[in-house]
Structures are given as C-alpha cells and as structure tokens.
C-alpha cells in the first residue's frame, strides 16, 4: 500500500510535534486517518503540543484506506521537504518528491526519511477530545502559562509552511484548557497545553484535560492545586 500526499508541507510539519520519548511508540509517529470525505488528516503530538493537517485530495493505492501510524526518525526536516510536490509513504520510507508518474513512482526525488509503518501494533489517541474552542480569547504572545520553546517551534513551522517570516501568531484559549494555534493557513492547526492549570485542574475535572492525560500521562505538567 501506498499513500499519495499532496501536501508534503503539512507531513514535514507534523514530524516536528512528534514526541521524542522510546516510552510510548505511538506518539513518536505522525497519525495518517482517513476522511470520511475524502483524503486525509494528518495529526502527530507528544502531549504537549499536536499538529493537525487536512489534505483532502490525498489518495490510497493498492489497499482500501485506514488509519496508519508512521515512525519518525528525524523531527527538522529541511526546505526541499516542505517544498515537494508530493510525498509517498509505502510504510517504510517518506518520499518528499517533485511529481509522480501514471504508475505512482516519483519523478524527482527531493528528500527521502525513514518512515517505518506501525499502524497495526499501536492506537493513536482520540485527538478530538482535546480541541480547544475556536472563539475562546486570544493568548498574548508573552502569556507565562505557555512554554516558550513550543510557541517557537510553531513559529518556525509556519514560517516553513508560509514562506513568509512576518505572520502572526494567535493562541487562544480558555481557563486551563489546552490553546488552539492559528498558523496562517486554513488547512492546519496546532494545540497546545498549558504549563499551568487554572479552574478545570484545580476541580479535577474538565474532559480536555482528562484527554491530554490519557495520551500523555508522564508528561503531563501538574501544579499544586488551589485552596479554596
């Protein structure tokens, strides 16, 4: 089976947000799920933050489309990635390339990346638990609450996906729960946890924070709790 992207940007975004840690295979993937519509979504998370990406005009061949999990070995992947054409992803290499022919082989290879499938020995979480509300308030840039090497890091994607070196940055987000990340396209998000929680931590409760638990739970940065 192979998976035809057509937005190899979005692929070599995801790989940055994977988790580093042997603890949990799982997240040291980028997820590849098919739509009911058509095409793919394309997310990866360490539990602090995660990458969403739409790519609605993605294609299976050689076998009927389903969810897939694949490993990554290199989190920075270089311009020529984020430039391709087309990736393909056979479950043991990401193909970043400059087209493909009728037969579905790439015309010119740019950049190619281990890729190994473990769609069948591990279950990504239910990332749609934890999406933030998009008409929460806006984050400011220098909010202590969120860690500064991660709003880095989606900064430097979108300059990647964009091209350009000025878009801004909008968080938002509510109480405790996790922020969404604007990153100047409509085809992609980020989300990204808060380092401290307000009222939904300190009640114990809230379903996105039980979320982001259960995907994460060794990482999961707890402050004490509240008196009342």
Not at 19 to 40: I, M, N
Not at 67 to 81: E, G, H, N, R, Y
Request: proline share 7%.
């Amino acid at each position: 089976m192979t998976i035809q992207i057509t937005k190899p940007a979005l692929y070599a975004a995801a790989m940055r947000f994977a988790a580093k840690s042997e603890a949990r295979p799982y997240l040291e993937a980028v997820a590849v799920q098919p739509r009911d519509g058509g095409g793919v979504t394309i997310i990866s998370t360490d539990g602090h933050r995660m990458f969403v990406g739409i790519d609605e005009s993605a294609t299976w061949h050689g076998k009927p489309a389903h969810d897939c999990l694949f490993a990554v070995q290199k989190q920075k992947m270089p311009v020529s990635a984020f430039n391709a054409d087309c990736l393909l992803l056979d479950g043991t290499t990401a193909t970043f390339c400059g087209g493909v022919d009728e037969q579905a082989k790439p015309l010119l290879i740019n950049h190619i990346e281990q890729a190994e499938s473990i769609g069948h020995k591990q279950t990504f979480p239910d990332w749609t638990r934890v999406l933030p509300d998009p008409k929460a308030d806006t984050v400011p840039l220098d909010a202590h609450s969120f860690n500064a090497d991660y709003i880095a890091d989606f900064g430097d994607v979108q300059k990647r996906l964009n091209g350009r070196k000025a878009m801004p940055f909008v968080a938002r987000a509510t109480g405790g729960d996790p922020a969404l990340v604007s990153l100047g396209r409509d085809d992609c998000f980020g989300v990204l946890m808060p380092m401290r929680i307000g009222a939904a931590y300190d009640t114990g409760h809230g379903p996105a924070l039980d979320a982001l638990r259960a995907v994460a739970p060794n990482k999961f940065i707890e402050t004490k709790e509240v008196a009342a």
